[in-house]
């Protein structure tokens, strides 16, 4: 295990594993992720796994729109390879006016980011999953790219690509206490040893 490096990331779910993965494809390469247990054994594994460009502002549709073309890019990676059922479409529902005037809000919103979310009457939204039931639907917001994802395996490819990279990952190694210093750098306690750094990302869910 490094005893000093730039960044360690505390945490192997998908917030850890994503900014490991990130710091890396930014040329930050001297970085460590330490997780108390197994990679993606926190909430992560059993999340929904839902994926959706549908955001209440811009910096969030500018998120989950770089999240999808990240996951569909890992999916089709021949080298690690993870299930993404992509662009399956799925439909957010209204039962009220007020719902119905959000939606076209977000979806006249996301079209600003080129994003396509659209919005339909409860017959559509009928037409589309077969399962709905209309009554006392006024509609809903569609959007195409909605799809689902393995979180494990989406956490492990981020983590292999960051090795890689060159980041290194610490599995079953507890952090145990954080010390900041008076440079502001620190130090962090771990079951198997300390490592110092510039930066610590509490990624502990
Ligand atoms: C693809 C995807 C889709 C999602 N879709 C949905 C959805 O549709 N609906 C929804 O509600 N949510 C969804 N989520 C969110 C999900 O439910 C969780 O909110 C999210 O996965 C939490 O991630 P996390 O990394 O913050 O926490 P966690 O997964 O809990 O990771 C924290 C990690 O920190 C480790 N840790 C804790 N303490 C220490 C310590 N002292 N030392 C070392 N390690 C430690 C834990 O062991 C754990 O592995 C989705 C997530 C993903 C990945």
Not at 78 to 92: L, M, S, T
Not at 93 to 122: C, K, P, W
Not at 136 to 143: A, H, S, T, V
Request: charged share 20%; net charge negative; with cysteine.
């Amino acid at each position: 295990m490094k005893s000093r490096t730039k960044v360690v990331v505390i945490g192997g779910g998908i917030a850890g594993c994503s900014t490991l993965y990130h710091l890396t494809q930014e040329g930050w390469t001297d970085v460590v992720l330490v997780e108390r247990d197994e990679l993606t054994s926190g909430t992560t594994w059993h999340s929904a796994a839902q994926v959706t460009n549908f955001g209440a502002n811009q910096t969030m549709v500018g998120l989950k729109t770089h999240s999808i073309n990240l996951y569909k890019r890992l999916s089709e990676d021949p080298e690690y390879p993870i299930n993404y059922h992509h662009a399956d479409g799925g439909i957010r529902l209204a039962n009220t006016e007020a719902q119905m005037q959000g939606y076209r809000h977000f979806s006249s919103m996301a079209r600003g980011m080129d994003v396509d979310l659209e919005v339909i009457d409860a017959e559509e939204c009928a037409r589309r999953h077969p399962l709905i039931s209309t009554e006392n639907l006024l509609g809903g917001l569609w959007d195409p790219l909605d799809g689902d994802i393995d979180p494990a395996q989406l956490c492990q490819a981020l983590a292999f690509h960051a090795r890689k990279a060159g980041a290194e990952v610490y599995r079953n190694t507890p952090v145990t206490a954080l010390t900041q210093h008076k440079d502001d750098t620190w130090t962090v306690h771990t079951k198997h040893g300390d490592i110092d750094c510039d930066i610590v990302v509490n990624a502990c869910g």
